[in-house]
């Protein structure tokens, strides 16, 4: 059984990320702890002026911490629905990195929306606070678009590299009920031969974990065209490569999967490193 961190703010449930919660749950029954904040510094939102804010700062609080309060009574109720073993941070705060930092050290994985996760401060993603989240995970990231509902292959970015090597080893360790999705390592490199790195270590460590695996070389820019090449992939998850602390900013730059979270298009498992 494994233990996951279920991540929302104020009212932007995300029913993608707990459809894939479900999933997870029909083939090996999963513990999950909901981690609910209120994304807005409210504070920002008040002038500095001689004009009295005491009131309207405290309705906003009000709503915010009703809309927090609504999530969790509908994240307890699906839990129970799906017979999912589940049990909630009950603290009501705004969001703070440190604690999200120290909740994700006790959970195998996190799972979140792609696309609604703080949408309240930027609706274009991956937005300052998911870059924060990712930089102060404790382990790896699902993030799901809202769209979600089946998954019936798994995508492998491998740049020959021993971060995407690592990606590929969380992902066999923390999803085992996944690797027996058919999978594709796709390996992008604007050239004109065949050659991938490692080519006959990666078939051997592969073949042990996957029941069905297919590998492929794309010729052309991963950052201008990966995200467009995944629209004939339905129904597929991404594994991208590992980040740290110090080296997400870098990630996301450089990383296939930015661009697919941006177009929200699948699920994207990112590895995370210390």
């Excluded at 604007?190 to 996957?210: T, V």
């Amino acid at each position: 059984m494994k233990k996951i961190a279920f991540v929302c703010d104020g009212g932007n449930f995300p029913n993608g990320a707990f459809e894939f919660l479900k999933m997870l749950n029909n083939t090996e029954p999963v513990s999950v702890r909901g981690i609910f904040f209120e994304p807005v510094d409210f504070q920002q939102l008040v002038s500095v002026s001689y004009i009295p804010v005491a009131s309207p700062y405290v309705k906003l609080k009000e709503e915010e911490r009703a809309l927090v309060k609504k999530s969790k009574q509908d994240f307890a109720r699906r839990c129970e629905s799906a017979h999912i073993n589940y049990s909630i941070d009950d603290r009501e705060q705004e969001w703070v990195a440190e604690v999200f930092a120290k909740e994700t050290r006790f959970a195998d994985i996190a799972v979140m929306s792609e696309e609604l996760f703080c949408s309240d401060f930027s609706t274009s993603q991956p937005n300052v606070l998911m870059q924060e989240a990712l930089r102060m995970a404790e382990c790896p990231v699902v993030l799901v678009p809202e769209n979600f509902k089946l998954l019936d292959r798994i995508l492998v970015a491998y740049d020959g590299k021993k971060e995407s090597m690592f990606a590929l080893k969380q992902f066999c360790y923390v999803l085992p009920q996944l690797v027996d999705k058919p999978v594709e390592l796709v390996y992008v490199k604007k050239e004109e031969n065949e050659e991938i790195p490692d080519i006959d270590l990666l078939k051997e460590y592969s073949r042990i974990h996957f029941g069905s695996l297919g590998i492929t070389k794309l010729h052309f820019n991963a950052h201008k065209y990966f995200s467009s090449w995944t629209e004939d992939k339905k129904n597929g998850m991404l594994v991208s490569g590992s980040y740290s602390r110090s080296t997400v900013s870098n990630f996301l730059k450089s990383s296939f999967a930015t661009q697919v979270v941006h177009d929200h298009k699948m699920p994207v498992f990112i590895a995370h490193k210390n």
